[in-house]
T-cell receptor
Framework: DAKTTQPPSMDCAEGRAANLPCNHS???????VYWYRQIHSQGPQYIIH???NNETNEMASLIITEDRKSSTLILPHATLRDTAVYYC??????????FGKGTTLSVSS | EAGVAQSPRYKIIEKRQSVAFWCNPI?????LYWYQQILGQGPKLLIQ????????DSQLPKDRFSAERLKGVDSTLKIQPAKLEDSAVYLC?????????????FGPGTRLTVT
């Protein structure tokens, strides 16, 4: 079973920031927080990951709370192409991804 | 950098027939995964390879599914005989374990329909 909890769906207006929360209260010290997304009919796409520090790349920012029990994925300027299912996954490096139900993000104009 | 390649992209077979899927991972990626994604669900691991050795095949239905990774590069997944419930998208992913962990990169998948 997935070790994370995410809201089933969220809406966001195009151009605004999308903030996707994730709860991982039982995360272990050697588990990273990974975010993937899956656009309809495509394979999952890696977005970002972190251990305990906040991370930023060209796609998104990842904010992890100090106690590491939750995190937030931030898409700074959402576009229609960001409409997808977003998965938050806690895992040790080198192990398989265990996908939950994710959050369906709908970006509208 | 080329991504993960999979073929075929679509396959339709009748139940009890056999089928094979092929995956070519990203060059240099030692770890290869096969996932099954049933419509409306998240992907589920079938098997994980490290080079040409099996790391985890605990969720592979071994009575009908088999997989191999030739020379630690390409991999094939076979189903024989297929059942209706095998209708799904079969995803291949690869990764390289570095000092900051590893990201898995997925191929486009093979959509299998069993009639």
């Amino acid at each position: 079973d997935a070790k994370t909890t995410q809201p089933p769906s969220m809406d966001c207006a195009e151009g605004r920031a999308a903030n996707l929360p994730c709860n991982h209260s039982t995360i272990s010290g050697n588990e990273y927080v990974y975010w993937y997304r899956q656009i309809h009919s495509q394979g999952p796409q890696y977005i970002i990951h972190g251990l305990k520090n906040n991370e930023t790349n060209e796609m998104a920012s990842l904010i992890i709370t100090e106690d590491r029990k939750s995190s937030t994925l931030i898409l700074p300027h959402a576009t229609l192409r960001d409409t997808a299912v977003y998965y938050c996954i806690a895992r040790q490096a080198g192990t398989a991804l265990i996908f939950g139900k994710g959050t369906t993000l709908s970006v509208s104009s | 950098e080329a991504g993960v390649a999979q073929s075929p992209r679509y396959k339709i077979i009748e139940k009890r027939q056999s089928v094979a899927f092929w995956c070519n991972p990203i060059s240099g990626h030692a770890t290869l995964y096969w996932y099954q994604q049933i419509l409306g669900q998240g992907p589920k691991l079938l098997i994980q390879f490290q080079n040409n050795g099996v790391v985890d095949d605990s969720q592979l239905p071994k009575d009908r599914f088999s997989a191999e990774r030739l020379k630690g590069v390409d991999s094939t997944l076979k189903i024989q005989p297929a059942k209706l419930e095998d209708s799904a998208v079969y995803l291949c992913a690869s990764s390289f374990l570095g000092w900051r962990g590893d990201e898995q990169y997925f191929g486009p998948g093979t959509r299998l329909t069993v009639t």
